[in-house]
Structures are given as structure tokens and as C-alpha cells.
């Protein structure tokens, strides 16, 4: 079946642009997780939904980010303002919920502010 | 505050060989999830083995084992006989109870020799 997908692939934007990070999860799957990796570092937690709400938001570095998920499927992540160290490599996890199932991971946004 | 310690930045093993990449966590919380990820330089996040706080078994996911001790705080990860394809960054991460935020350690680069 299809994993989990992300959109764009890559993206270039210049310092003080908005942006859209997309994550289509696993058909099913009521958890969704953003992370932000940066590089030669693990990921670092931003945000967990379950369905549609964000139950843990406490790793949003700060007001700049943002992320929904409307429909308790698809999931949207949001930068305002971007700056140079915002650049990252931006991952989307997707599990059937619960601390006992393992998350799948999309193949990442890379973000780079210029 | 939540920790996970990663001590080997870079572990060589012989091809066949059996290696252990090193784990340690810091909770105050009882109940919590240990996991261990792969990610190959394609970039992408394989789950491998999941060790949940209360279970009194390693788990083991053919050549993967989890050397769980609780006591001690430790979590390590041994692959059996060894493959080229097992060349990558590990990561062990842990989510507790308390939230669903995940924290992960900065990894472990492991170099498989022929």
C-alpha cells in the first residue's frame, strides 16, 4: 500500500516568505507527527496530532509555525516569516496511534531559506 | 526532562560480525516506549524494534535485539551477522506516556566493512 508522502520534495525560498509543507499520512492512521531534522542530528519534535487536533505542540520552536490538519487526514505545516536557520530537512510521521506503535515516515521536505 | 543519549557518533563492524550501538534515556516517567530507527543515506526513517517500559522480555526483530535494562537506563540496539545494507544512521528515540512527544537521540553512524 502507499506510504506516507510528502510535498514538496524540496524547496527554495527566500528569508521572510511563507510556506506550505504538506503530509499525506497512511490511509487509517489517526496519529500524525512533524519533525525538523537538521543536518548530522536526529529529528526534533514539533508537533503530534491525533485526528484533528494537535494533542502536543510543545516542540514548535515558536509562533512562526503552525500546523493543521483539518479532516483528521492530511496534514499542513506552516512557516511565516522564514529564516536561514529554519533551512532543515522537514519530516511527517504517520502511526496508528499509541506510544506501542512504531511511526512510518515520509521521505521529507527539504526547506532552504536563502 | 526527557533525554536520550547516543555516546558512539560512529561504529565500524565486519561484514557477518555482530555489532551494539548504545542507548542510554532519562525519564521520571514509568511508563514509556523505546524504539530504534535506520536511516540509509537515501534519507528515509525504517522502523526496526519497539521495547515497551513494562515488558519483561528483549524484544528481537530477526537480526535486531533490544538489551533492555531498565535499571541502568539503557536501551541497546545489537544486529547479528551483519550486511552491507546495514550501513546507515541509527537512532534510538523513546515516547512517554506523559505526552506523545518523541525525542530522539542525535544517532550513530554504522560503517559495514567487506
Known amino acids: ?114 | 526532562a526527557q533525554k536520550i543519549t547516543q555516546t558512539q557518533p560512529g561504529m565500524f563492524v565486519q561484514e557477518k560480525e555482530a555489532v551494539t550501538l548504545d542507548c542510554t534515556y532519562d525519564t521520571s516517567d514509568q511508563s514509556y516506549g523505546l524504539f530504534w530507527y535506520k536511516q540509509p543515506s537515501s534519507g528515509e526513517m525504517i522502523f526496526l524494534i519497539y521495547q515497551g517500559s513494562y515488558d519483561e522480555q528483549n524484544a528481537t526483530e530477526g537480526r535486531y535485539s533490544l538489551n533492555f535494562q531498565k535499571a541502568r537506563k539503557s536501551a541497546n540496539l545489537v544486529i547479528s551477522a551483519s550486511q552491507l545494507g546495514d550501513s546507515a544512521m541509527y537512532f534510538c528515540a523513546m515516547v512517554y506516556t506523559g505526552g506523545f512527544k518523541t525525542i530522539f537521540g542525535a544517532g550513530t553512524r554504522l560503517f559495514v566493512k567487506a
Open chain 1, 1 to 114: 500500500g502507499a506510504g506516507v508522502s510528502q510535498t514538496p520534495s524540496n524547496k527554495v525560498t527566500e528569508k521572510g516568505k511563507y510556506v506550505e509543507l504538506r503530509c499525506d499520512p497512511i490511509s487509517g492512521h489517526t496519529a500524525l507527527y512533524w519533525y525538523r531534522q537538521s543536518l548530522g542530528q536526529g529529528p526534533e519534535f514539533l508537533i503530534y496530532f491525533q485526528g484533528t487536533g494537535a494533542a502536543d505542540d510543545s516542540g514548535l520552536p515558536n509562533d512562526r509555525f503552525f500546523a493543521v490538519r483539518p479532516e483528521g487526514s492530511v496534514s499542513t505545516l506552516k512557516i511565516q516569516r522564514t529564516e536561514r536557520g529554519d533551512s532543515a530537512v522537514y519530516l511527517c510521521a504517520s502511526s496508528l496511534g499509541g506510544v506501542t506503535y512504531e511511526q512510518y515516515f515520509g521521505p521529507g521536505t527539504r526547506l532552504t531559506v536563502t
